[in-house]
Nanobody
Framework: QVQLVESGGGLVQAGGSLRLSCAASGRTFTGYPMGWFRQAPGKEREFGAA????????YYADSVKGRFTISRDNAKNTVYLQMDSLKPEDTAVYYCNVGRYERPFVAGDYWGQGTQVTVSS
């Protein structure tokens, strides 16, 4: 089984940047697509970005397209989310996920504990 740990969240002003990391231990996720989701208080968890197993293909929700960049380093068993031009509406707990399918992205059963991102206006 795989253990996922997100890190890199914090407090940032609007327009700032953060880089989130999702590190895996145990079984490798090299052969699977990976995704980032977020959940704000009182809202459903929503899809943010996904990446193919090789890292060649990426997918983004319209709300983050052009501002966020997902990447992965399979040698390190780690997935990243570079977040630029942050907005207050980006405030949420961010989770990474080992996907079941790439296109369309379908979430799997493995989630990290989440990392809090707070963007002040």
């Amino acid at each position: 089984q795989v253990q996922l740990v997100e890190s890199g969240g914090g407090l940032v002003q609007a327009g700032g940047s953060l880089r989130l990391s999702c590190a895996a231990s145990g079984r490798t996720f090299t052969g699977y697509p990976m995704g980032w989701f977020r959940q704000a208080p009182g809202k459903e968890r929503e899809f943010g970005a996904a990446i193919s197993s090789s890292g060649v293909r990426t997918y983004y929700a319209d709300s983050v397209k052009g501002r966020f960049t997902i990447s992965r380093d399979n040698a390190k068993n780690t997935v990243y989310l570079q977040m630029d031009s942050l907005k207050p509406e980006d405030t949420a707990v961010y989770y990474c996920n080992v996907g079941r399918y790439e296109r369309p992205f379908v979430a799997g059963d493995y989630w990290g504990q989440g990392t809090q991102v707070t963007v002040s206006s």
